[in-house]
């Protein structure tokens, strides 16, 4: 299982479904401001939307991190 989670392969699934997600929560919050606007009922969605986009970051993030460290 080690050997799985630190071969590269497993890296860019992570990447791409960060990135598959990031993109679905910036979806996410143009509809939301587009269909409903900035109100009390749009709150939910954007918290989702602005979670999703921050774990494509983090994903990101870790990706470059170990594309750095041998």
Same mark, same amino acid.
Request: glycine fraction near 12%; proline fraction near 3%; charge should be positive.
């Given at each position: !299982?080690?050997?799985?989670?630190?071969? &590269?392969? *497993?890296?860019?699934? #992570? @990447?791409?479904?960060? !990135? =598959? @997600? +990031? /993109? =679905? +929560? $910036?979806? /996410?919050? %143009?509809?939301?401001? $587009?269909? %409903?606007?900035?109100?009390?009922? $749009? /709150?939910?969605?954007?918290? @989702? +939307?602005?979670? !999703?986009?921050? =774990? +494509?970051?983090?994903?990101?993030? &870790? *990706?470059? $991190?170990? #594309?750095?460290?041998?």
């Amino acid at each position: !299982m080690r050997r799985l989670v630190r071969s &590269e392969g *497993y890296a860019r699934t #992570k @990447l791409v479904t960060g !990135m =598959l @997600l +990031g /993109i =679905l +929560g $910036a979806v /996410i919050i %143009v509809r939301t401001l $587009a269909g %409903v606007g900035l109100t009390w009922a $749009a /709150i939910p969605a954007l918290v @989702l +939307g602005l979670a !999703m986009l921050a =774990l +494509g970051f983090v994903r990101l993030r &870790e *990706y470059r $991190a170990r #594309k750095r460290t041998p």
